[in-house]
């Protein structure tokens, strides 16, 4: 029940974010004194609706987002009465219009940012410095979490690690007296001061007892641990082919980094700024990659288990976030509602019709070719005709669509998911 809860909830945060986006557009355009004359909630039927001034505003039947109407959004407009024709959106200067465009995704912006510093403030934001690859986690601070049992020959298949048994032995730094959460400051007459520079020179030692210094609680120890010889596996590919090292029985502790980091209601303006970037950068990423996990996508539909990296639908989050009320994770939700805020935001932006970044493309490029025109003394060309981009305009709506369909039917029949439910 708490599942279909959070499901319900995050689907109306969304609508709510999504009607905000609307309600920017249609704010700054009323400010510079541009005709508004629709505001709705949805799509569909219309289920009530109600005027106020020149604008009416209304809920329609399906809750799958909102528009505003812009009197004269184009010059190819031919709704526009002529009472209004001084007032169309396309007679503004290039400059306001820009702002009107942009104001959606700004609205997704400061959504996202109010978020992250609720959460900054609350229950903390994901650390961004947390490792995210095997070379981040090289580059760490030399705390070791210590392992028990130690394999000297590595086994074939997943077996459970009992000393005296297929190969095992008991952990060379555990049976010296290390712990987890140590921090390894010499090894031998090396000093140490990343992690993959611990695990490099254990591997170049000779066998045998060798000094370990170690920091804990502040206080400065020294351990022998006696090295033992064992086959392991390159340090960055775990699917190399082995080679006998020594080994001490240590790994990195991941504990020695925090996943969560809150902050003072200061902090959290930077904390926001820097996770805010991180997102950024992710999300352009991402939608580089979007071309690449269509056909996993696909895969995923005729019976392929889902690849975790592949897009999601508003249906896939809002199941995420179903997921994360059930199981106490509020981060999660909220990592997620600022995570596809961002993204709605950006993807807006992109210069294609008949996203909003297209029509801002298209007016700034209307603004240059007449500045150009100028310059050569020639007579402005005027305005774009809209309707010779409508081919490439119904291109993007296709495969837009298309797309959408996509990831709404993996998004229902094969999942992504956090926790095993």
Not at 215 to 234: C, F, H, S, Y
Not at 314 to 322: C, I, K
Request: proline content about 7%.
């Amino acid at each position: 029940m708490l599942y279909w809860v959070g499901v319900a909830a995050f689907a109306l945060a969304i609508l709510i974010s999504v009607s905000l986006h609307e309600f920017g557009h249609m704010l700054t355009a009323k400010a510079f004194g541009m005709k508004v004359s629709r505001y709705f909630v949805g799509f569909g039927p219309t289920l009530f609706s109600f005027q106020r001034g020149e604008t009416e505003y209304g809920l329609k039947g399906i809750p799958l987002g909102g528009f505003c109407k812009i009197v004269g959004m184009t010059p190819q407009d031919d709704d526009v009465a002529p009472e209004d024709q001084p007032r169309a959106m396309w007679r503004f200067p290039v400059w306001k219009r820009t702002i009107v465009m942009s104001a959606g995704s700004i609205t997704h912006f400061l959504l996202a940012a109010v978020a992250a510093w609720f959460a900054a403030i609350s229950i903390g934001l994901p650390n961004t410095a947390y490792p995210q690859t095997d070379a981040d986690t090289l580059a760490q601070k030399p705390v070791i979490s210590i392992t028990e049992c130690t394999w000297i020959t590595l086994p074939a298949t997943q077996q459970t690690c009992t000393p005296g048994q297929n190969g095992a032995v008991a952990g060379p730094a555990y049976a010296a007296g290390l712990r987890d959460g140590d921090l390894i400051t010499q090894v031998g007459s090396t000093p140490i001061t990343s992690y993959g520079q611990l695990t490099q020179v254990i591997r170049s030692l000779p066998a045998g007892r060798t000094p370990f210094t170690y920091e804990r609680n502040g206080t400065t120890a020294t351990a022998q641990v006696d090295l033992i010889a064992a086959q392991r596996a390159p340090v960055t590919d775990s699917a190399g082919a082995t080679t006998t090292v020594s080994v001490a029985g240590v790994g990195w502790d991941e504990r020695s980094v925090p996943t969560m980091i809150k902050s003072s209601p200061v902090e959290a303006f930077g904390a926001t700024a820097d996770y805010g970037w991180f997102i950024v950068k992710n999300t352009f990423a991402s939608l580089k990659k979007i071309p690449d996990k269509i056909p996993a996508l696909w895969h995923s539909i005729t019976g392929a288990e889902r690849d975790p990296e592949t897009p999601i639908s508003v249906v896939g989050a809002s199941r995420l976030g179903g997921e994360a009320l059930e199981h106490g994770v509020p981060e999660l939700f909220l990592n997620v509602f600022i995570s596809l805020n961002v993204f709605i935001g950006i993807f807006n932006l992109l210069p294609l019709l008949p996203l909003d970044g297209g029509h801002i493309a298209i007016a700034w490029y209307e603004r240059v070719r007449s500045w150009l025109y100028a310059r050569f003394r020639k007579p402005d060309p005027g305005r774009v005709d809209y309707y010779k981009l409508m081919p490439v305009t119904y291109a993007v709506i296709l495969i837009g669509g298309a797309f959408t369909l996509l990831t709404v039917t993996a998004d229902l029949v094969n999942p992504i998911t956090i926790f095993n439910r």
